[in-house]
């Protein structure tokens, strides 16, 4: 079954903080994608599959790995650790996946995430103390704060080490001034950096490509792509709850410039909510539950960092941020994620409004909410509507209400099978 024109191109993206089960959405929609490209953010996303009962974390590679006749792209937006890279593409050929250049390639255009972005992200944290983001620690703030400043490393330098190390000795002398004297720490070389580098230059090598250039041929030709978002639209530079958001703009705007398509190509826009809240690192939280429900929550949901294994902080929907989280990304089609985990959880609220001053930044001052029946069917063997106890179908039609969308898939289980697709769109994957 083909999907609807429409749809030719689109871009999957997070409503909350990060966390809402893109990755299953990714690798149900690349089915029938031919390219699927990163645009943002680094290996500080973690996305978890499920696939034939086995789990598999990804962290750079696109979701869509894992089907066959997609090419994955890792776009000139994103940041990359290529030690990371080189793990995880080893780690996926020894589960048995083949991944050669047509498969898969880079964007010689995007930056490098060196051992001293990684150090620096270390550093600042600790300095911080109380007053941390909650980073990943992955260097993901360093690395975006060199490319704005003009003396990134580009992952295209790692094809001419001689140019890798004049790009590195660029910011080398001031990332040791830093090191030494603000924060007593070891200083590097840039003999340890070529050396560091220098395995992975290699292995990497033949997926280094012009990912623009393939882009617009791929446009030519008609072919599909899909443009997979991390971490979440409060996490974003600009929309997020600042300062504690990611250094990249993760909203759905992004996929134009993070990979050099245009604008007017990005057709369709999903948006992924999860059926509650939660958050990963500091910052507000307005729906946050007490400690004994959180727990609760937590553990029914498995609600552990894909990436640091931090524990997340959990809370109740909270349906007017995702509501201006549907603007910010212009997003035609929504998903809503986790829904069995609310089986069993007695009487559910959901945040309709908060009680903000004029003046004050928006969503402060306290979520009011609204309380729902719940239900304690197990609900992860639904696979259409009419299936849904009638409170869950209730649920869903509320927070469509509110948010002004209509959830056009129902995710209630990991597994690529466990969805209940109500919009073509979805219905027209193979599953
Ligand atoms: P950074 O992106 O490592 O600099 O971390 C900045 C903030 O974004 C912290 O609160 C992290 O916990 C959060 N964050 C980064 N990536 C993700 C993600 O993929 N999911 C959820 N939170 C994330």
């Known amino acids: 079954m083909s999907t609807p024109d429409a749809a030719r191109n689109t871009v999957v993206v997070g409503l909350q903080w990060g966390d809402e089960g893109k990755g299953k959405v990714v690798d149900l929609l690349a089915a029938h994608a031919r390219h699927v490209v990163r645009f943002q953010g680094g290996n500080n996303a973690g996305h978890t599959l499920v696939v034939d009962g086995e789990t598999v974390i990804l962290h750079l590679i696109p979701s869509g790995i894992l089907q066959p006749n997609t090419t994955c792209i890792i776009g000139n937006g994103v940041v990359v650790d290529p030690e990371v890279l080189v793990g995880e593409l080893d780690a996926l050929e020894a589960r048995g996946y083949s991944i050669g250049p047509d498969d898969f390639l880079i964007s010689a255009d995007a930056h490098l995430v060196l051992p001293i972005h990684r150090s620096l992200d270390d550093l600042r944290e600790h300095a911080l103390g109380g007053a941390k983001i909650g980073t990943t620690k992955k260097g993901i703030g360093p690395a975006y704060e060199d490319k704005v400043a003009r003396r990134g490393v580009r992952v295209g330098a790692l ?24 924060y007593q720490a070891p200083t590097v070389t840039d003999d340890d950096l070529v050396a560091w580098a220098q395995p992975f230059a290699e292995r990497l090598a033949p997926f280094i490509r012009d990912a623009v250039s393939h882009l617009h041929e791929a446009q030519d030709q008609g072919e599909r792509i899909l443009f997979e978002g991390a971490q979440g639209t409060y996490l974003d530079v600009d929309h997020g709850t600042y300062p504690f958001v990611t250094s990249s703009n993760t909203v759905a705007g992004n996929a134009a410039a993070g990979t050099g398509v245009g604008p007017k190509d990005l057709h369709t826009v999903v948006g992924i909510a999860k059926a509650y809240a939660t958050r990963v690192g500091s910052g507000p939280f ?71 001053q004029p003046g004050e930044e928006r969503f402060t001052g306290g979520p009011i909410y609204e309380e729902w029946e719940g239900w304690s069917q197990d609900i992860s063997a639904c696979r259409n509507w009419e299936e849904l106890p009638k409170q869950a179908k209730a649920y869903v039609e509320r927070i469509e209400n509110l948010v002004g969308v209509r959830a056009g898939l129902i995710s209630v289980g990991p597994g690529r099978e466990q969805v209940i697709p109500r919009d073509p769109l979805f219905r027209a994957q193979a599953y």
């Open 286 to 356: 307005p729906t946050r539950l007490d400690s004994v429900e959180e727990e609760a929550l937590r553990a029914k949901g498995g609600e552990f960092g894909a990436t640091t294994g931090r524990p997340r902080s959990c809370g109740w929907f909270d349906a007017p941020m995702v509501k201006h989280a549907i603007r910010l990304n212009g997003v035609t089609h929504l998903t809503l994620t986790k829904l069995d985990i609310l089986s069993g959880l007695g009487r559910l609220k959901i945040a309709t409004s908060h009680n903000t």
């Open 159 to 182: 094809l001419d080490l001689e140019r890798f190390r004049r790009h590195i000795q660029a910011t080398l002398a001031e990332k040791n001034r830093i090191f030494a004297e603000w």
